[in-house]
């Protein structure tokens, strides 16, 4: 290549040395795992992905970008700034050897795995703490269904423990699995991402099936809200995980009547998808009615928590 080649052509693949060449700290670019953001700090925020060599980054905070966005941001440079410094040191800047993505099989193979080793959630474990404390689930124990979708993973003490539960596509088949870091007393733990999907496809119409599938079935956005709108209405909730996938979602075969459990956002986000899947199911005839919490700014864990009654009056915890 030339030096006419546009710059971030030639630089390609070589972003993970040339970067700290420039002052870009290199403990920011392991890529390994979500660390602190160069540009606006944190803790687990930021990762170094270097997708197709491009130097590629994403930060909950400050967005995704490649090399050279996060050169000029860090450094606090313009483009031509940027160019000069670069280069002199292009010709010699190693070449990152390209990361493999990690196949479809492959990811199975890791889910599998975690999944496999995962324990059975037990009275008295992180999970069930969690879960009796946020959601009324005072007969979890007893809770078989529940109890087959979630389990409990204990990496002590490297990290903290967590809540997995499995995400099925509409035809029950598992997808990915979903992860809730917890504190060893059973609350969220304090880290920036205290929720996360693993990698994996993920079909539209996917959920986590708290329950078996049933006539009258509700569906929420979290496993903490299903598990609260259970308790609350008495009927079986399953956790559609996000706000995105709740809008997408699809009830299984046999089910005649859905609830949707939206949570009440204060930007209208839960609402908005609440009523996309509500409308969704009933321009295809489906009889579905949404549920909203009183207030703008809860959600059902919220109601359950603060002692309210569900409109409806069913207060019977029998799950
Ligand atoms: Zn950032």
Not at 44 to 67: L, Q, Y
Not at 266 to 284: I, M
Request: glycine share 10%; hydrophobic share 40%; proline share 8%.
């Amino acid at each position: 290549m030339t030096r006419s080649t546009p710059l971030r052509d030639r630089a390609q693949g070589r972003w993970a040395s040339l970067l700290p060449m420039i002052g870009v700290d290199a403990r920011f670019l392991t890529g390994r795992k979500n660390g602190p953001c160069p540009m606006c700090g944190g803790k687990t925020r930021f990762r170094f992905d270097d997708k197709e060599g491009r130097g590629t980054w994403i930060c909950n905070n400050c967005g995704a970008g490649d090399g050279p966005a996060l050169a000029m941001k860090v450094l606090g440079i313009g483009f031509r700034e940027l160019a000069e410094r670069l280069e002199p040191l292009i010709a010699d800047a190693a070449v990152t050897p390209r990361r493999r993505e990690r196949s479809h099989h492959e990811q199975r193979a890791d889910l599998n795995r975690l999944w496999n080793e995962a324990l059975p959630i037990r009275a008295g474990d992180p999970a069930a703490l969690y879960l009796t404390a946020r959601t009324g689930l005072t007969s979890f124990p007893r809770c078989l269904r529940v109890v087959e979708q979630l389990r409990y993973q204990d990496d002590a003490p490297s990290y903290h423990p967590a809540m997995i539960a499995m995400v099925s596509g509409p035809s029950g088949r598992a997808a990915t699995l979903h992860r809730t870091y917890l504190t060893r007393d059973g609350r969220k733990a304090d880290v920036e991402v205290p929720r996360r999907l693993m990698p994996g496809r993920i079909p539209d119409g996917a959920a986590i099936r708290l329950f078996p599938p049933a006539e009258t079935l509700g569906i929420a956005e979290g496993i903490e809200t299903a598990l609260a709108a259970a308790s609350l209405f008495a009927i079986p909730v399953w956790a559609a995980v996000s706000s995105t996938m709740l809008a997408k979602w699809h009830p299984p075969d046999g089910t005649r009547e859905i609830v949707v459990f939206g949570d009440a956002d204060p930007k209208f986000g839960g609402q908005a998808a609440a009523y996309t899947l509500a409308h969704r199911l009933a321009v295809n005839d489906r009889a579905v009615r949404v549920e909203l919490p009183p207030r703008v700014g809860i959600d059902w864990d919220d109601v359950w928590n603060e002692g309210h009654v569900a409109p409806t009056g069913n207060q019977s915890v029998d799950v």
